[in-house]
């Protein structure tokens, strides 16, 4: 009898492989414990049950990776910032960016980045997205700008990464809440990709940009959230920069969860602080600066701001 004939294997580029090699399992891969999830979830209870009557259902906290961010970043800006939102071309570029993904992954045959991004954006402008107003305010050059960024980097998403198969279970914009205390606190998240089964998750952030310290941080959270609703901790974290075509990948541990538990419970001790019990917020200038409605107003960003930029290097 002969042998079947093997099915050749895709070919990929050395970016695309890189990926694969970043998020594959390794064959000595063991799940972390459940009883590891319980204990995180019991530590994380605990030490917001003396807050949790400061919120009720009906007014909830919900506690988002943004809002981590800026906590932990500018108490003045994240008090300025709260409660206000604006679309600019920064952050539509990566919401469109982010629908493209999504298409992109479930499409069927061959994909041309810019009817994608057409796609894309003729679909979040058609919907409910609270981007529809801004995708339809665009002057003609603006909407040209912008559909020239995104193909760019949706363009690179497809050098980078294999295409997924359906057997990886790719999910895009997948969004996971965990409501403690009757849901007087909710944490929340939305994954730009996740591969693989609830034991076994690989959670993949992808950034136009270059990587930073603070993505770590925020896949750590979502990671605390997945084990939270889920009762099993995700494999395995990576951002994925575009730009630099490199993943920064971290293994889901007992240590990235607590280290998770940390940093949502001071996050959220100190907004109680700023927002409840009326606290003088600090001010931290750095980089974040850029983006800060005060950044007219506040002499510590203005000076940060005004910096000669060989003061970076
Ligand atoms: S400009 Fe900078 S230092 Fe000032 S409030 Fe905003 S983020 Fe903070």
């Known amino acids: 009898m002969t042998a079947p004939t093997p099915t050749p294997e895709p070919d990929y580029n050395p970016m695309q492989q890189a990926v694969l090699d970043a998020l594959g399992k390794s064959p000595d891969w063991v799940p972390l414990p459940r009883s590891v999830v319980d204990t995180v979830r019991t530590r994380i209870t605990d030490e917001l049950a003396d807050v949790a009557g400061r919120y009720t259902p009906d007014k909830a906290l919900w506690v988002s990776k943004q809002k981590l961010n800026t906590v932990h970043g500018c108490e003045a800006q994240h008090m300025a910032a709260r409660d206000t939102f604006e679309?600019?071309?920064?952050?539509?570029?990566?919401?469109?960016?982010?629908?493209?993904?999504?298409?992109?992954?479930?499409?069927?045959?061959?994909?041309?980045?810019?009817?994608?991004?057409?796609?894309?954006?003729?679909?979040?402008?058609?919907?409910?997205?609270?981007?529809?107003?801004?995708?339809?305010?665009?002057?003609?050059?603006?909407?040209?700008?912008?559909?020239?960024?995104?193909?760019?980097?949706?363009?690179?998403?497809?050098?980078?990464?294999?295409?997924?198969?359906?057997a990886w279970r790719p999910v895009t914009e997948s969004a996971a809440r965990y409501e403690m205390f009757g849901g007087a606190i909710v944490l929340g998240t939305r994954s730009d990709l996740t591969l693989g089964t609830a034991d076994q998750k690989v959670i993949?952030?992808?950034?136009?940009?270059?990587?930073?310290?603070?993505?770590?941080?925020?896949?750590?959270?979502?990671?605390?959230?997945?084990?939270?609703?889920?009762?099993?901790?995700?494999?395995?974290?990576?951002?994925?920069?575009?730009?630099?075509?490199?993943?920064?990948?971290?293994?889901?541990?007992?240590?990235?969860?607590?280290?998770?538990?940390?940093?949502?419970?001071?996050?959220?001790?100190?907004?109680?602080?700023?927002?409840?019990?009326?606290?003088?917020?600090?001010?931290?200038?750095?980089?974040?600066?850029r983006w800060c409605p005060l950044n007219t107003s506040c002499a510590e960003g203005i000076a940060f701001l005004s910096r000669d930029i060989d003061d970076d290097y």
């Open 204 to 289: 993949i952030d992808v950034k136009s940009g270059g990587l930073h310290a603070s993505h770590r941080e925020d896949l750590r959270f979502y990671a605390l959230v997945e084990a939270l609703r889920s009762g099993m901790a995700p494999r395995r974290l990576a951002t994925y920069s575009l730009a630099a075509a490199r993943a920064d990948v971290e293994e889901v541990s007992e240590g990235v969860l607590q280290a998770a538990v940390r940093r949502v419970v001071d996050g959220i001790r100190t907004i109680v602080a700023l927002e409840l019990d009326g606290r003088e917020p600090t001010k931290r200038p750095a980089a974040h600066c």
């Open 87 to 166: 679309w600019n071309p920064n952050i539509a570029k990566g919401t469109v960016l982010h629908k493209a993904v999504e298409l992109g992954v479930h499409w069927r045959g061959d994909t041309v980045p810019a009817d994608i991004v057409d796609e894309a954006i003729a679909r979040l402008a058609d919907s409910n997205h609270n981007i529809a107003d801004y995708l339809a305010a665009l002057s003609e050059g603006d909407r040209a700008q912008l559909r020239s960024y995104v193909v760019d980097m949706y363009t690179r998403f497809e050098e980078c990464f294999p295409r997924l198969k359906p």
